[in-house]
């Protein structure tokens, strides 16, 4: 019996040491679980912040574009206003020379104020759409300089999300070609004025022109139904913003139709001045007590240069001869009627935010969005962050196994359970959610007119809107190359090889990369 009993005691134990091995086996289960669900839930919100980052960074670009289309129109309605009073100088003056001869002349005194007045609202309406300028530049500036330039938008929301998210500032680079061809920074008007000064101020390779001649090319856009530029067309006379040519030129002609203009005649917004004609009619004068008088004054028009210039004219019937540049109760023609100073002399229109319709040209532009900025958020999460060492998740556990005097690491907080001391590069260590947004130009057609869009990308219009697409698209559209640019050097390799396996993405031909 005594055999038996020790036999018996030798299998004491045995279920407790499975029931260990399998509660280790269970619990390693249950952290590798919880392990991959955390994996998982970051995944999700890494990709959902930095959709929420390139969604803003597009609605930002939209709001701004707007806003410049608006200031645009309101510097157009600015300048048709001051030509518009020009006609009215011209009108006047006909009427002013034509009285002087009537019982009813109007006093010299009175003449001259009214005459004052109207030169000086000229002046002030040139003014404003100058100031329209500035307020485009400061709009422009905080857009590039604050919420592009550095991912400085993209930083703030995914400090909203999660603290351990970061905006790497090198992730820029696609939003700003986009927009600013690169400039990394707004453009005050100081800085604008002090570029023209060394040489102008050249268009950029992205979306936004800064004046010169994109400008003017959208700008006549906008009034294009009118025919070669603003002009007020009456029967007896025109008025419009001229060409040099006009300005020496005291034989006006005058065309009865828009389509009749000539253009070298009747140039676009480039031109150098403001004026306004009437001639060729005989003015009737109705003196307020009934007399009518024939008037001899047949031929009238002003014209404004700029402050630089001392060019401007004034010429009416019985008024100064031409070129009109004598003096109008004691104060020279040249400082009455002048305007503001150029910005792009000469000429006399207010520099412009533009839209670069470059862009628009080219066998296929569909193929670059029509110019549309596609804006690139780029957010990353640093497994090996001291902050993320200092407080990991309780199943994200560092453990430090011992093998032949040899210490190994297996950190559960790590997608493959070791984190290496590396940088940007390291895919282990550093998990990179890429999105994209576009700022789009829709102005709809009717669909009874065939639907589709009624016009392309400007700054007249504010029809910009702004959505979320795919990364990929156009053929200035390389993930790879803007993660690399970033410093993520493994993760772009990893989509190289995804796009050489097959991988298509957004693009029916791949990324090209």
Same mark, same amino acid.
């Given at each position: ?111 001259? +104020?009214?005459?004052? =007045? *109207? ?7 040139? #003014?404003? %759409?100058?100031? /329209?300028?500035? @307020? ?105 913003? +001229?060409?040099?040519? =006009? *300005? ?7 065309? #009865?139709? %828009?389509?009749? /203009?000539?253009? @070298? ?105 029509? +110019? ?142």
């Amino acid at each position: 019996m005594q055999p038996a009993r020790l036999l018996k005691s030798r299998a004491r134990g045995q279920a407790l040491v499975l029931f260990s091995l399998t509660l280790l086996l269970l619990t390693l289960m249950v952290l590798g679980t919880l392990g991959f669900g955390m994996r998982a839930k970051e995944r999700v919100e890494i990709q959902m912040a930095a959709d929420a980052a390139a969604y803003s960074q597009a609605v930002s670009t939209a709001r701004t574009f707007n806003a410049i289309a608006v200031l645009n129109r309101a510097q157009i309605a600015h300048m048709v206003a001051m030509a518009g009073t020009q006609s009215m100088i011209s009108y006047g003056s006909q009427h002013y020379a034509a009285r002087k001869l009537s019982p009813c002349a109007i006093a010299d005194p009175v003449w001259s +104020g009214l005459d004052q =007045a *109207a030169a000086e609202q000229v002046k002030e309406l040139q #003014g404003r %759409a100058g100031d /329209m300028f500035r @307020s485009e530049l400061a709009m422009y500036s905080v857009l590039v300089g604050t919420h592009l330039a550095g991912q400085g938008l993209s930083k703030h929301i995914a400090e909203s999300v999660n603290r351990e998210l970061e905006a790497p500032p090198a992730g820029d680079g696609k939003s700003l070609a986009e927009v600013s061809g690169g400039a990394s920074s707004g453009m005050s008007f100081e800085t604008f004025e002090e570029l023209q000064r060394a040489g102008g101020v050249p268009d950029t390779s992205g979306a936004v022109a800064l004046a010169g001649g994109q400008s003017t090319a959208n700008l006549n856009a906008t009034m294009g139904s009118m025919g070669w530029t603003w002009v007020h067309n009456r029967g007896t006379g025109s008025a419009g913003f +001229g060409s040099g040519a =006009a *300005a020496h030129n005291p034989g006006f002609k005058h065309y #009865g139709s %828009a389509s009749a /203009m000539d253009s @070298s005649t009747y140039q676009t917004i480039s031109g150098r001045n403001s004026w306004a004609h009437d001639h060729g009619r005989a003015v009737m004068v109705t003196c307020p007590d009934g007399t009518v008088v024939p008037g001899g004054a047949t031929d009238a028009w002003v014209m404004s240069d700029e402050k630089q210039s001392d060019e401007d004219q004034h010429v009416y019937g019985a008024g100064q001869p031409p070129p009109g540049q004598g003096s109008e109760n004691s104060k020279p023609v040249d400082e009455r009627h002048t305007l503001g100073a150029c910005n792009v002399c000469p000429g006399i229109w207010p520099n412009a935010v533009g839209f670069n319709a470059s862009l628009l040209n080219g066998p296929r532009p569909d193929e670059n969005d029509f +110019g549309q900025p596609k804006l690139y958020a780029m957010l990353r999460r640093d497994y090996a962050s001291a902050d993320r060492r200092a407080r990991p998740d309780p199943w994200n556990l560092l453990f430090t196994f011992k093998f032949a005097n040899q210490e190994t690491e297996f950190d559960n907080a790590a997608p493959l359970g070791r984190i290496q001391p590396t940088g940007l590069e390291d895919v282990q260590r550093n998990q990179v959610a890429l999105s994209a947004g576009l700022a789009y130009y829709h102005r709809p057609r009717p669909a009874a007119a065939g639907g589709g869009w009624e016009e392309p990308p400007n700054f007249l219009n504010p029809f910009w809107r702004a959505t979320l697409v795919s990364t990929e698209g156009a053929r200035d559209d390389k993930p790879a190359r803007s993660l690399q640019q970033a410093g993520f050097t493994e993760h772009a390799e990893a989509l190289r090889k995804l796009d050489s396996a097959g991988y298509r993405g957004g693009s029916k031909t791949g990324g090209r990369y």
